[in-house]
């Protein structure tokens, strides 16, 4: 059974004379506040750097992201999460411009190693967009296409095996068992969105990472992938972006604010949102800017 959802704001910031009481780290202050490392890490990212071209757009970035965890990361248009995001299963690489340096490991295996298969790396890593960007195959190709590139089925009934598990993962299976043969993108924007889920866990991934999945989706269809978040994470690490703070409370357990290319601090979600270490974490959380 799915969990019910609150959907209640998040505790709003403690009172003047709390904020008073507390010292904040300072505007100026780059380094990362709070608690970016776990003692049971899936990626642990070391001293990360993009460029594109000569700008950099992250800045020395060093987080671990937990096994079971869903971490959300939350900042201003352009502050580089996206960018950050994609670095996590190398899909910068598709970017000619982009140079990521630094370290990335998902257990002990470093993922910029050159002798690194990015394709393999990607189905351990998927990737979810804003968009729902289903291929213009039918539903059950959709989510067939991975498996069987990857070679993961060795018979026709395996594969549908493999199809059948992946849509009831992503909570969609009875509202198209009787349609898989239609196309993908004939489905809502909601049931897209599941549809690339599914797709995503499809070719058995360990980590899941979401740009701002439910941005394009009316309010039920969010409410809809949020409840599957949930459930996911008993089984795999997930990485959101999301511009919805409520969104971020309700799903995640850590939360990374970052701040124009800078981890400016990570920490349990409620504390962050309640009682953040940083000035600037908190100028963003209360609206002052963003
Ligand atoms: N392909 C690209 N080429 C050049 N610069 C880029 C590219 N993609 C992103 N950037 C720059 O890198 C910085 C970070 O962008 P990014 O898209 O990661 O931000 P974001 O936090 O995801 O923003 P948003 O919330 O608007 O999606 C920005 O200054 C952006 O202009
Ligand atoms: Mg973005």
């Known amino acids: 059974m799915l969990q019910t959802l609150s959907h209640t704001a998040p505790p709003m910031i403690d009172t003047r004379n709390e904020q008073k009481a507390r010292s904040l ?44 965890e869903v971490l959300a ?13 994609r670095c996590l299963n190398r899909m910068n690489d598709t970017i000619d411009i982009c140079r990521v340096d630094g370290q990335i490991l998902l257990d002990d295996m470093d993922i910029y190693h050159k002798k690194i298969d990015v394709v393999p790396l990607r189905a351990r890593v998927g990737m979810v967009f804003q968009k729902p960007n289903p291929f213009p195959k039918s539903i059950f190709d959709n989510v067939a296409y991975g498996p069987t590139i990857h070679g993961l ?48 866990i499809a070719v058995g991934p360990e980590v899941i990472l979401m740009d701002e999945p439910c941005s394009a989706l009316d309010p039920i269809a969010t409410a809809t992938i949020e409840e599957l978040i949930s459930e996911l994470k008993q089984q795999y690490t997930i990485v959101i972006v999301t511009h919805n703070m409520q969104q971020a409370a309700r799903v995640s357990q850590r939360t990374a604010y970052f701040h124009l290319g800078d981890l400016l601090e990570v920490g349990q979600t409620d504390k962050v949102f309640t009682k953040p270490s940083h000035q600037l974490t908190e100028d963003y959380i209360t609206g002052r800017f963003g």
């Open 25 to 68: 780290v300072q505007r100026d202050d780059r380094r990362t506040a709070g608690e970016p490392f776990v003692t049971e890490p899936r990626i642990s990212c070391r001293n990360v750097n993009v460029y594109y071209g000569d700008k950099i757009a992250i800045n020395d970035v060093s987080i671990d992201i937990g096994a079971n």
């Open 73 to 85: 990361m939350i900042g201003p248009s352009g502050c580089g999460k996206s960018t950050f995001l």
């Open 153 to 200: 089925s060795a018979s026709k009934a395996e594969l549908h095996a493999i199809v059948k598990t992946s849509l009831i993962k992503a909570g969609l299976w009875d509202e198209v068992k009787d349609r898989l043969d239609q196309p993908g993108t004939g489905l809502s924007g909601g049931q897209q969105q599941r549809l690339c889920i599914a797709r995503a």
